[in-house]
Structure formats: C-alpha cells, structure tokens
C-alpha cells in the first residue's frame, strides 16, 4: 500500500578471484633428435591439464607437436598457456652393404657400402661411402643427417683368411708323345691335373703321360682347412 516500506534484504556479498598466473618452464631445447625428450613444466595453478591429455604439472615430450597447458587455481579459475612448439626431428638409417662375402681369402676383394643420405664416419677414419676392405676386423660407421641426427650401423664382422704357401714344382719341361716323366712338389695334400689332358694326363702321383704333340701346363693345387687354395704351375711340351 502506498506509504509501506518493505524491510532491507540482508546483504549479498559477490567475489570476484583472480585468474591464476600461468607459467610454462622448459628443460632444454624443443628441437632435437628422436630418442631425446624435453621436460615441459606448468606452474601457478592447483590442477593441470595438458593438450595431450596429461594432467600433471611437469610432461616429458618426446614427440613433436604443440603443447598447451590449462592451469587450474583452487577456486576454479582457469587460463591456458601459449603453445611450446616441439620437433622431434628423425634418426638417420644406417645399413652396410657389402659386395661379396664377409668371410673370404687372402688376395679377394670387398667393398663395405654405407648407405642412407647424409655424411659418413668409418670406424677406421674414413669418411668416403665405400670402404675397401683389406685386413680382417669389425667395421662400422656412424652417420648424421641434415638435422644433426646420427646412428651407427650394426658392425660387418670381415674375416680374411690365409692362402697356403706351395713350393714350385720340380720336373722336365718336356715328355716325348708316348712318353712318361714325374713331377714332384714338396708341400704335401695336393691335387696335380693338367689344363690339356688330351696332350699331357698327370696322375695322382704326378705322373705326366705325353698323349700328343702340343703344350699344357700341369697344376698342383693345395687347399687348406680354410678352403682357400694356392696354384703352382709348370707347363710342359
């Protein structure tokens, strides 16, 4: 009615919270190599949310992307924080190829290959792509990539191995057609034959039987435990 006053409602008080003050701390550089990682820490708030759904204040990074943090106060206010870009930059390839066996004898030849796009260190010094290969040992090499990256590839394990030493063989130079003569080595095991058998045959004993008017050179081949052989030769007419 006209002249009533209504009585005061009692007093409602608003607060207002301020907004957290957001942080992010960074470990080291937010470039680097796979393998490697950054530790990323938010602060100021009393709850964390990360962007790749981590809800701890501190992450380790270890792929690249771009990493945001929600920061949480205790009253329930929130901000996030600007992105921290991270680059996870990819290992080279390292793989040895070799043009032959690893396991050979003394007078071959192999050639080690490093492949992949990038510079190249041998564990020997070299710095060429192919290395030869001339004494036995365990190769290896390491190679970095544009970005700095490196890898070592998985060692070549080369196994050179000797060549028995055969003295010369001893005998005539010639046998008349219808003929024999004996050729003799001193080193013992090996095996004689003859390049021409139908002009000269040799036996088991080093026999040379002349067959018919010509030349061929007779060989005595000694082979080792390691299968690897040495030749001497005498050609008879």
Same mark, same amino acid.
């Given at each position: 009615?006209?002249?009533?006053?209504?009585?005061?409602?009692?007093?409602?008080?608003?607060?207002?919270?301020?907004?957290?003050?957001?942080?992010?701390?960074?470990?080291?550089?937010?470039?680097?190599?796979?393998?490697?990682?950054?530790?990323?820490?938010?602060?100021?708030? %009393?709850? #964390? &949310?990360?962007?790749?759904?981590?809800?701890?204040?501190?992450?380790? %990074?270890?792929?690249?992307?771009?990493? /945001?943090?929600?920061?949480?106060?205790?009253?329930?206010?929130?901000?996030?924080?600007?992105?921290?870009?991270?680059?996870?930059?990819?290992?080279?390839?390292?793989?040895?190829?070799?043009?032959?066996?690893?396991?050979?004898?003394?007078?071959?030849?192999?050639?080690?290959?490093?492949?992949?796009?990038?510079?190249?260190?041998?564990?020997?010094?070299?710095?060429?792509?192919?290395?030869?290969?001339?004494?036995?040992?365990? #190769?290896?090499?390491?190679?970095?990539?544009?970005?700095?990256?490196?890898?070592?590839?998985?060692?070549?394990?080369?196994?050179?191995?000797?060549?028995?030493?055969?003295?010369?063989?001893?005998?005539?130079?010639?046998?008349?057609?219808?003929?024999?003569?004996?050729?003799?080595?001193?080193?013992?095991?090996?095996?004689?034959?003859?390049?021409?058998?139908?002009?000269?045959?040799?036996?088991?004993?080093?026999? /040379?039987?002349?067959?018919? %008017?010509?030349?061929?050179?007779?060989?005595?081949?000694?082979?080792? &435990?390691?299968?690897?052989?040495?030749?001497?030769?005498?050609?008879?007419?």
């Amino acid at each position: 009615a006209a002249g009533c006053v209504s009585t005061p409602s009692a007093p409602y008080t608003v607060t207002v919270n301020q907004l957290p003050v957001a942080n992010v701390s960074v470990s080291g550089p937010t470039v680097f190599c796979a393998g490697g990682s950054v530790t990323l820490t938010a602060s100021g708030g %009393a709850t #964390y &949310s990360w962007s790749n759904s981590a809800t701890t204040a501190a992450l380790n %990074a270890t792929q690249s992307g771009s990493y /945001i943090a929600t920061v949480t106060s205790a009253q329930g206010c929130s901000v996030t924080t600007p992105p921290v870009n991270v680059t996870v930059n990819p290992l080279p390839v390292a793989n040895i190829v070799a043009n032959g066996p690893l396991t050979y004898c003394q007078g071959g030849l192999l050639n080690l290959t490093a492949t992949g796009i990038g510079s190249y260190q041998w564990n020997t010094g070299s710095t060429a792509a192919i290395l030869p290969i001339t004494t036995s040992g365990s #190769y290896s090499y390491t190679i970095t990539n544009s970005a700095g990256c490196s890898a070592t590839s998985t060692a070549a394990v080369v196994q050179i191995n000797p060549v028995p030493t055969v003295t010369s063989v001893l005998g005539n130079n010639a046998v008349c057609m219808g003929s024999n003569t004996t050729y003799t080595n001193a080193t013992t095991g090996g095996v004689w034959s003859s390049t021409n058998p139908n002009i000269a045959s040799v036996n088991a004993a080093g026999q /040379i039987n002349g067959l018919q %008017a010509g030349s061929s050179t007779i060989n005595y081949t000694v082979t080792n &435990s390691f299968g690897c052989s040495t030749i001497a030769s005498k050609t008879i007419v």
